[in-house]
Nanobody, 117 residues
Framework: QVQLVESGGGLVQPGGSLRLSCAVS????????MGWYRQAPGKERELVASMTSRGLTNYADSVKGRFTISRDNAKNTVYLQMNSLKPEDTAVYYCNLKTAIPRGDYWGQGTQVTVSS
């Protein structure tokens, strides 16, 4: 059973920073991709940032230059560093893991990020 547990969300003022963490546990042999998604009230869930098993990254245009996805393989943890936060970044952020062997698609429980003065 694969589990993802996010942490690091909270309330921050515009222009501030937060770092989200996603701790991964469970049994699998290979990962195809990991990523962060977000869902704001009344909106669909959208991709924020992703990283392939080879380290190739992809970002939503709205966060390019402000957010950075990274991973620590020794800690089985994926991070999302968020800088220069804006009110429109307010959403529930979800960690996602796509495994190749065995094939699977896993989600964390979500962590709330609120950007407000």
């Amino acid at each position: 059973q694969v589990q993802l547990v996010e942490s690091g969300g909270g309330l921050v003022q515009p222009g501030g920073s937060l770092r989200l963490s996603c701790a991964v546990s469970g049994s699998f042999f290979s990962v195809s991709a990991m990523g962060w998604y977000r869902q704001a009230p009344g909106k669909e869930r959208e991709l924020v940032a992703s990283m392939t098993s080879r380290g190739l990254t992809n970002y939503a245009d709205s966060v390019k230059g402000r957010f950075t996805i990274s991973r620590d393989n020794a800690k089985n943890t994926v991070y999302l560093q968020m800088n220069s936060l804006k009110p429109e970044d307010t959403a529930v952020y979800y960690c996602n893991l796509k495994t190749a062997i065995p094939r699977g698609d896993y989600w964390g429980q979500g962590t709330q990020v609120t950007v407000s003065s």
